[in-house]
């Protein structure tokens, strides 16, 4: 009697199910759910890869991608409606592929790369003379956050510098903002920077505008763009304003307002101005950036507030009995009185030294330094930076593991080419 495992078909590639067997209506309504970069990232995902970057890719996309591109409209492309992690990943292969696929050159108008930090500017070439593009943001950051981020990003103005050029030349341009990198305030990358700034404002006074709100002409408007930050135009809108209308000098009838956290300037209409309800505090910041305090619940700016990272909120110093925040550079970690003890907590001070940091910031003060600052910090940070160099070592065994397997299975694969090459050569 035969065995059962005789009886059973062998499952073949021809019988396994894929997502694209599905009908290409449906997919394209379950891709309307998804925010526009990734129903854009799914669209490229069913083209094959041979075809990414292909200069006619937008018309050899598969009708799945043809789908879910039709369906909606791309004049605004903003990488913030995303996960945070997968905007991290994205390479410029992906934003190529992106952008040729939703035809970017002749309908999009809004740009905003949130968070695409491993980015170095080449994907953005499908913008090449766009004169429909109006707003690009570079900053790669979300958009009530502060601009300086801790990651070094790849994006390079060497690269990005002509496509702008190559756009801001072009008759017709539409061009109406631009947000650099933080980054790109410093150095050489300065001086790339001023020298744009200067055909940008050229650019721009060619042009005949006039203020949204007092409808004042703006032609002798000298500096649409200054120190790397566009200036009276809203990030929002895109309306221009006259000096006579921005709230730069604390003018209570400014109906555009900077906000000195997110670096941006909103129209009222869009994003109103909040004054920080702190008393020896005069900040003017934008509604967006603006926390409230949980205890007394007043907002405030984030200079007069920090985020407890135990109870996930915001409190200012008269509500707290105790606080305090990491003394590491760039780090905003901080606790409140509320949740810390006196034992574990991730910011706490040193009785003895009176430093206070994160246990992510006293291992890396102790590598910098070679030695912890007291006996005290001593005995806590040794089990932590023992753990941490386990930690790499393990990741680093791994990673030998993986190349180890890689390299076996391609050893296999080789083999069994030459053992076929070999039959061949009998025969």
């Known amino acids: 009697m035969a065995s059962n495992s005789t009886n059973k078909r062998r499952r073949t590639a021809a019988d396994t199910l894929h997502i694209s067997d599905l009908p290409v209506g449906f997919i394209a309504d379950v891709s309307a759910y998804l925010p526009k970069p990734s129903r854009a990232i799914l669209a490229v995902a069913f083209t094959s890869s041979s075809l990414l970057q292909n200069n006619d890719l937008m018309h050899r996309l598969s009708p799945i991608s043809t789908a879910i591109i039709s369906a909606q409209q791309w004049d605004m492309l903003d990488f913030e409606d995303i996960n945070k992690e997968l905007a ?39 913008l090449q003379g766009s004169v429909v593009l109006e707003q690009i943001d570079l900053s790669l950051v979300r958009k009530y956050e502060e601009p300086r981020i801790k990651s070094i990003p790849k994006i390079s103005h060497e690269t990005v510098m002509p496509i702008l050029d190559s756009i801001v030349s072009e ?21 790339s920077v001023e020298s744009f700034q200067r055909r940008y404002n050229a650019m721009f006074r060619m042009k005949s505008n006039s203020c949204s709100h007092c409808n004042a002409n703006m032609r002798d408007h000298e500096y649409w763009m200054s120190g790397n930050v566009h200036c009276n135009v809203c990030y929002d809108c895109l309306k221009p304003f006259c000096e006579e209308c921005v709230d730069e000098l604390g003018l209570e009838n400014g109906i555009l307002t900077y906000c000195h956290y997110c670096e941006k300037d909103f129209c009222q209409d869009c994003v109103p101005r909040v004054q920080c309800a702190e008393r020896y505090c005069h900040e003017k910041i934008c509604s967006g950036c603006a926390e409230t305090c949980h205890v007394c619940e007043e907002r405030k700016c984030a200079n007069c507030l920090f985020y407890c990272e135990n109870c996930k909120r915001y409190h200012c110093a008269g509500c707290s009995s105790y606080y305090g ?50 006996r005290s910090c001593a005995a806590d940070i040794t089990p932590l930076v023992v753990a941490d160099e386990m930690n790499k070592l393990r990741k680093e065994n791994e990673e030998l593991r993986a190349k180890a397997a890689r390299d076996a299975e391609e050893k296999e694969a080789a083999e069994a080419k030459l053992e076929r090459i070999a039959l061949l050569t009998r025969v």
Do not use: Q
């Open 88 to 126: 991290n990943k994205l390479t410029d292969d992906d934003i190529y592929a992106i952008l040729k696929s939703i035809n970017a050159h002749d309908v999009l108008k809004k740009l905003k790369l949130c968070g695409c930090i491993n980015i170095t500017g080449i994907g953005l070439n499908p």
């Open 325 to 374: 925040s990491c003394e590491g550079i760039g780090c905003i970690k901080a606790h409140c009185g509320e949740c810390y003890d006196g034992k574990e907590c991730d910011v706490k001070p040193c009785e003895e030294c009176d430093t206070f940091y994160c246990s992510g910031c006293r291992v890396e003060k102790v590598k910098k330094d070679g030695m912890a600052s007291c």
């Open 171 to 191: 008759n017709g341009c539409s061009l109406k903002h631009i947000v650099f990198p933080h980054i790109w305030r410093v150095g050489e990358r300065r001086e």
